[in-house]
Nanobody, 119 residues
Framework: QVQLVESGGGLVQPGGSLRLSCAAS????????IGWFRQAPGKEREFVAS????????YYADFVKGRFTISRNLAGNTVYLQMNSLQPDDTAVYYC????????????WGQGTQVNVSS
């Protein structure tokens, strides 16, 4: 079964850090890009960061540059999102998704993990 499973969400105080994981199973990420997206209550889903599995090229939304880092574990078929200096505006459900190289959209989505930033 092809799936992505996120983990690592939770409650953190402003200024704190979390690391999200996205584990792929049922397929290899060799020919995919992995993206992280988030959706806050009442808002549309937005792009956060992405990484092309082959070569490791990364992209970030402007609002997370310098705070979030996307990385990968080649052997574990896992992508991470290290989030530092978290702020209440970062509260959202975070999703990872996979897009096959050459495709026009992300076609495999995880179930999401909740991140709450609050004092």
């Amino acid at each position: 079964q092809v799936q992505l499973v996120e983990s690592g969400g939770g409650l953190v105080q402003p200024g704190g850090s979390l690391r999200l994981s996205c584990a792929a199973s049922g397929f290899t990420l060799d020919y995919y890009a992995i993206g992280w997206f988030r959706q806050a209550p009442g808002k549309e889903r937005e792009f956060v960061a992405s990484m092309r599995w082959s070569g490791g090229t990364t992209y970030y939304a402007d609002f997370v540059k310098g705070r979030f880092t996307i990385s990968r574990n080649l052997a574990g078929n896992t992508v991470y999102l290290q989030m530092n200096s978290l702020q209440p505006d970062d509260t959202a459900v975070y999703y990872c998704a996979a897009q096959r190289v050459g495709a026009t959209q992300y076609d495999v989505w995880g179930q999401g993990t909740q991140v709450n930033v609050s004092s």
